[in-house]
């Protein structure tokens, strides 16, 4: 068996890319490349294209001891032809990502979309290690999760399978960005914390963030980390809201699911544990009893690293 493989987590801020010890999960070498300004297909292959070969200059790992290269993108994907259908945050679309890699350096590659290798990278070696039955769920600019059952990730008619995100938690409620009312993404996400914050101060409410904030920048989960440690009125409540939707979209998910454990992961869930804490007490208290009975919540443990490893098992993956 070849011992290594690359892992590339392309996401709408940043592509990082890495090679993976696939007995032990090390991430022996890594690159971040920004994808904030000059997005579309070609400037996409090229820095993924241009970080591969970095890695190889970086160790002495040559080709031939790479087993596959795995992506997972944040976007629509269609997994069986290696096709990026949509991601609008990557000004991609009908994007033959598989072709135009494995043609520049004769490896195999595996396509997915980026909760699917965050869920596989917390399995194999992180938070969700040697469980097999588990919902993963990320916080962010959008909410994000992955529903995974018998050690495979549900994907669905579609593939589209664990969008806890559109959740609709309010039949006639604030709109998102996929068209609908009321979901929960737009309730619960840093971005949705974000919003609330804003509107109030503009409204002349104060709140300490205001010390953190520089002009033209936006809210981050750690100074809403910093907002609550010193009692900040405004942003608690924010950021109480929020977990108390989010606890109710888990709460379904377990009531639907029956699922062993939840992984949260994602910058707020790291940053803020006021936000964690208190979304999983809720989420427990919301559920059916059975079911919460034995649902154990766990933080995901490999931080930004969870999809590069995840991705470096997209091989292995039954379609
Ligand atoms: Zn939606």
């Not at 031939?64 to 269609?78: F, K, L, N, P």
């Amino acid at each position: 068996m070849k011992k290594y493989s690359a892992g590339i987590d392309l996401g709408g801020t940043k592509i990082l890319i890495a090679f993976i010890n696939r007995e032990t999960g090390e991430v022996v070498a890594s690159v971040k490349k920004k994808t904030k300004k000059d997005k579309g297909p070609q400037n996409i292959i090229r820095k993924m294209t241009e970080g591969i070969e970095e890695l190889f200059a970086q160790t002495s790992i040559s080709k031939e001891e790479i087993s596959s290269i795995g992506i997972g993108a944040a976007g629509q994907v269609d997994r069986e032809n290696g096709i990026l259908i949509g991601a609008p945050n990557l000004d991609c679309y009908d994007f033959h990502i598989k072709e135009l890699i494995s043609s520049r350096f004769d490896i195999p590659v595996y396509l997915g979309n980026d909760v699917e290798i965050a869920a596989i990278g917390e399995m194999k070696f992180g938070a969700a290690k040697g469980c097999d039955d588990f919902v993963c769920v990320f916080v962010g600019t959008g909410v994000g999760s992955a529903i995974v059952k018998n050690g495979s990730v549900i994907l669905g008619a579609t593939g589209t399978a664990g969008e806890i995100g559109h959740i609709i938690v309010d039949l006639n409620g604030r709109p998102c960005a996929c068209g609908a009312h009321g979901c929960l993404e737009a309730y619960a996400s840093r971005s949705a914390i974000e919003r609330r914050i804003e509107g109030a101060l503009k409204k002349g409410r104060h709140s300490v963030i205001l010390d953190y904030l520089e002009s033209g920048k936006s809210i981050t989960s750690s100074m809403i980390q910093k907002s609550i440690e010193k009692g900040d009125e405004l942003v608690t409540a924010c950021v109480d809201e929020a977990s108390d939707y989010l606890s109710g979209g888990i709460a379904s998910i377990i009531n639907f699911v029956n699922p062993k454990l939840v992984v949260l992961g994602g910058g707020l869930i790291e940053a803020v544990d006021y936000f964690y804490k208190n979304t999983i007490k809720k989420a427990k208290a919301k559920s059916l009893p059975v079911p919460a009975s034995k649902i154990e919540f766990k933080k995901a443990a490999l931080g930004d690293f969870s999809g590069v490893i995840g991705a470096a098992f997209l091989q292995d993956r039954k379609l």
